[in-house]
């Protein structure tokens, strides 16, 4: 069980995840290198990953508590996992909205699903 984090190196993806949710004291850490990192391989965003470790700490009292100490809160458990959960839910937002201006992302792995992935942008350009 590992712990990485570099102020002066935020070109990883690991770094930025750690930076957004704000997980950055070594002595003191919400998440594991390994549990980030499985996150960060499931939805491949920086978002979405800080978004799913947010909502971990919101449903665990015990992180929670180690959050709070952290960051130094002061407001009850309740009311400071509803506030991650809201923050949760703008980074998950702020993650679909880039993919939506991004355009729809597909990959063609048989000359089928090429074939289909082409009419569909037809179909969505009006085309087809």
Known sequence: MTF???PEVLTTTLSQVRLTIQDTDSA???FTDEELDYWIGETATVR???AMALEAVASS???LAKMQKTLNWTMDDRAAAE???KQAAALREDADANV???GVIEKGHTPYNSW???R???QRSGLG
Do not use: C, F, G, N
Request: glycine content about 0%; overall charge positive.
């Open 4 to 6: 990485t984090y570099d």
């Open 83 to 85: 506030s991650l959960r």
């Open 61 to 63: 009292k015990s992180r």
């Open 100 to 102: 939506a201006a991004r």
């Open 116 to 118: 289909d992935i082409q």
């Open 48 to 50: 979405l990953a800080s």
């Open 28 to 30: 003191s850490p919400v």
């Open 120 to 122: 569909k942008e037809e």
